[in-house]
Each structure stands twice: as structure tokens, then as C-alpha cells.
């Protein structure tokens, strides 16, 4: 009896010591980075977002505007790039020269690289992969190779389909926006001809993203799009999207009245984060009164988190913020 008292209490603490680790496992966090022009507020062109796993992978999305090249010290080490359309806004025609070196309600970007974008020489500075769906992988491919990258490091994941990287699981679902690349990316006689004559190319099907991460939370990034159909049927009811980040902006995009049906009515996440507000959204880290980004948060039913430039926010498996927020 002794004995058997003995290895039972073994097993006992066996038991304990795995739920422990279970739920150490679960409550660890996904880290949430804003990288805007103006540390702590969201200013009009902020787009990017850098995305940590429990596991150490770190995966930027929109590079944008508003990082300051591969040498901003906010990026550190980047496992991976996501670009949701080529749209110099997002794709990075421009940049800052320096994080707080212009104005939140009236941004600059004085640093041309429309012949390369942000997007590449981030991604090739970092030895990163770009992860992107459509027809956008060959493009970028040729874009890292003229700087002396591999194209291989450009690649494709497609709707349905899902690729990893470290312990993040990607894939790409269906935006409905446009996905013109300019003349001046692309280059030579045919960019010429395209900037001539006022169109661009034609790179596929915009895309908005589904990642999920190591601890089971799963996150969908909607890129630019207007209302979709697989909002319900793909991100809510086959990937249970528990955190959202949303666009705002109106005209371009979904307006906050738009996007807060989305997150009230089609997908239901725990929470959001508003993004492409296209507007001077906060003052001193508060939201300004008449905004769309005001009206976005009081019209959702979900804890709405804004994006300060710099603040990060950690979000357990269910897609609540549980620090930063």
C-alpha cells in the first residue's frame, strides 16, 4: 500500500506538472507592434505592424510608409514579410526619414525608393521571406533579385492554401480592392509606357491575411477591401478569427460604420484593431473627437485597441489583450 501510495502520488505530480505546462503554454501572448511616424499616436499613413509569436517569429505586414527603411531600429529581426496589395501606401514608395522626424497630422516621406519599395529592401536587409498570394511573389521575386537578393525568398501562398514560418501558420483570403502596380516599380520601357498612358499592372487579386499563431490564437488582417462574403463564411467560421485588424478609412476602404457591421455581424472577434484610418486619428495617444476612428469605436460591440506607434500589445489565445492595451 505504501508503495502504491507512493507511485501515486508520482503520477500526481506528473499530472500537476503537465497542467502546469499546458497552461503556461496557453497563456503566452502574441506581441502586437504598431510602427507609425510619430511614437505613440496613430497619424494618417501608418500601416505597419509587426506580429510576434510565443515562439520568437517575427512577421511585418504592410511595411509601408512610415518605417524608416531596413536600418529603423524598431524592426529588429523580421522572419518574414506580408504585403496585402501593391499600392505604394502599403507596398513603401516612400518613406520617413526618421520615426518622429515629421509632423502625426501632416507626414512626410522624402525618401524615394519607388524603383525598389520599402517592402524589398526591408525583406532583403533581413533575409526575410516575403509571403504573398496572386500573381504579386514573381514581381517582388525579380524586385529582390535586382538588388542582389534571391527571388526564391519571394513566396506564394494562395487562397485555401497555408505556408509556415517558425510556428505561424499564413494564409491569404479574398480582399475586394484593386492591385495596380505602378510604372515607376515596375521600370524600363514598359513603366514608361504604363505612367504615359495613365494605367498600371495588373499583380492579381488583392489579398487580406489569416495567421495563426503558436498558442492557437488566429488573426485576420484585412488588408484594403470593402465587405466580403468569406468575412462570415472563411475568417469567422472556418479560421475563428479571435483578433481583427480592420480598416477605416472610408472611400478607399470600408468607412467605420462599414467595418463595425463586419466586426459586429460578421466575424464577432474578441477584439480589434483599427488600421488605415487615412486620418490624424489621435493627439498625445487620445483619439480625437469627430474621427472616423471615434466613430469606429463606438460604434463596435468588441474592446477596440488603437494602434500607437511603438506600443505593443500582447493578446492571449481568445483574442483578448491581457498587456499594452
Given at each position: 500500500?505504501?508503495t502504491r501510495?507512493?507511485?501515486?502520488?508520482?503520477?500526481?505530480?506528473?499530472?500537476?506538472?503537465?497542467?502546469?505546462?499546458?497552461?503556461?503554454?496557453q497563456?503566452q501572448?502574441?506581441?502586437?507592434?504598431?510602427?507609425?511616424?510619430?511614437?505613440?499616436?496613430?497619424?494618417?499613413?501608418d500601416?505597419?505592424?509587426i506580429?510576434?509569436?510565443?515562439?520568437?517569429?517575427?512577421?511585418?505586414?504592410?511595411?509601408?510608409?512610415?518605417?524608416?527603411?531596413?536600418?529603423?531600429?524598431?524592426?529588429?529581426?523580421?522572419?518574414?514579410?506580408?504585403?496585402?496589395?501593391?499600392?505604394g501606401?502599403?507596398?513603401?514608395?516612400?518613406?520617413?526619414?526618421?520615426?518622429?522626424?515629421?509632423?502625426?497630422?501632416?507626414?512626410?516621406?522624402?525618401?524615394?525608393?519607388?524603383?525598389?519599395?520599402?517592402?524589398?529592401q526591408?525583406?532583403?536587409?533581413?533575409?526575410?521571406?516575403?509571403?504573398?498570394?496572386?500573381?504579386?511573389?514573381?514581381?517582388?521575386?525579380?524586385?529582390?533579385?535586382?538588388?542582389?537578393?534571391?527571388?526564391?525568398?519571394?513566396?506564394?501562398?494562395?487562397?485555401?492554401?497555408?505556408?509556415?514560418?517558425?510556428?505561424?501558420?499564413?494564409?491569404?483570403?479574398?480582399?475586394?480592392?484593386?492591385?495596380?502596380?505602378?510604372?515607376?516599380?515596375?521600370?524600363?520601357?514598359?513603366?514608361?509606357?504604363?505612367?504615359?498612358?495613365?494605367?498600371?499592372?495588373?499583380?492579381?487579386?488583392?489579398?487580406?491575411?489569416?495567421?495563426?499563431?503558436?498558442?492557437?490564437?488566429?488573426?485576420?488582417?484585412?488588408?484594403?477591401?470593402?465587405?466580403?462574403?468569406?468575412?462570415?463564411?472563411?475568417?469567422?467560421?472556418?479560421?475563428?478569427?479571435?483578433?481583427?485588424?480592420?480598416?477605416?478609412?472610408?472611400?478607399?476602404?470600408?468607412?467605420?460604420?462599414?467595418?463595425?457591421?463586419?466586426?459586429?455581424?460578421?466575424?464577432?472577434?474578441?477584439s480589434?484593431?483599427?488600421?488605415?484610418?487615412?486620418?490624424?486619428?489621435?493627439?498625445g495617444g487620445?483619439?480625437?473627437?469627430?474621427?472616423?476612428?471615434?466613430?469606429?469605436?463606438?460604434?463596435?460591440?468588441?474592446?477596440?485597441?488603437?494602434?500607437?506607434?511603438?506600443?505593443?500589445?500582447?493578446?492571449?489565445?481568445?483574442?483578448?489583450?491581457?498587456?499594452?492595451?
Open positions: 500500500m505504501k501510495g507512493k507511485w501515486g502520488g508520482f503520477a500526481a505530480g506528473l499530472i500537476t506538472a503537465a497542467l502546469a505546462i499546458g497552461a503556461s503554454a497563456a501572448t502574441v506581441k502586437v507592434t504598431p510602427l507609425g511616424a510619430v511614437d505613440g499616436e496613430f497619424c494618417p499613413l500601416r505597419a505592424m506580429f510576434e509569436d510565443p515562439d520568437g517569429t517575427r512577421i511585418l505586414y504592410d511595411t509601408g510608409r512610415t518605417v524608416a527603411g531596413p536600418d529603423d531600429a524598431r524592426l529588429g529581426e523580421i522572419d518574414a514579410v506580408l504585403l496585402s496589395h501593391m499600392h501606401d502599403h507596398l513603401g514608395d516612400r518613406h520617413i526619414e526618421a520615426v518622429n522626424a515629421t509632423e502625426c497630422g501632416k507626414p512626410s516621406f522624402p525618401v524615394d525608393v519607388r524603383s525598389v519599395s520599402n517592402t524589398v526591408i525583406a532583403h536587409a533581413k533575409d526575410a521571406l516575403i509571403v504573398t498570394g496572386s500573381e504579386m511573389p514573381g514581381i517582388l521575386g525579380r524586385k529582390l533579385e535586382s538588388i542582389g537578393g534571391d527571388p526564391e525568398k519571394s513566396v506564394l501562398v494562395r487562397f485555401g492554401a497555408s505556408r509556415m514560418v517558425g510556428g505561424v501558420s499564413i494564409t491569404t483570403v479574398p480582399a475586394v480592392h484593386s492591385n495596380g502596380v505602378s510604372g515607376d516599380f515596375l521600370g524600363g520601357p514598359l513603366g514608361e509606357m504604363l505612367k504615359s498612358s495613365g494605367v498600371t499592372a495588373y499583380a492579381g487579386p488583392p489579398t487580406g491575411y489569416v495567421l495563426t499563431f503558436s498558442n492557437g490564437l488566429s488573426v485576420y488582417l484585412s488588408g484594403d477591401t470593402g465587405i466580403t462574403a468569406e468575412q462570415d463564411a472563411v475568417v469567422r467560421g472556418h479560421y475563428g478569427a479571435k483578433l481583427v485588424v480592420m480598416n477605416i478609412g472610408d472611400t478607399y476602404t470600408t468607412g467605420p460604420t462599414e467595418a463595425a457591421y463586419v466586426i459586429n455581424d460578421l466575424i464577432m472577434p474578441a480589434v484593431i483599427p488600421s488605415h484610418a487615412n486620418e490624424w486619428a489621435t493627439d487620445n483619439v480625437r473627437s469627430g474621427t472616423r476612428t471615434e466613430a469606429f469605436i463606438n460604434a463596435v460591440s468588441v474592446p477596440a485597441h488603437v494602434p500607437l506607434s511603438g506600443k505593443t500589445m500582447e493578446f492571449d489565445s481568445a483574442g483578448v489583450c491581457s498587456a499594452g492595451c
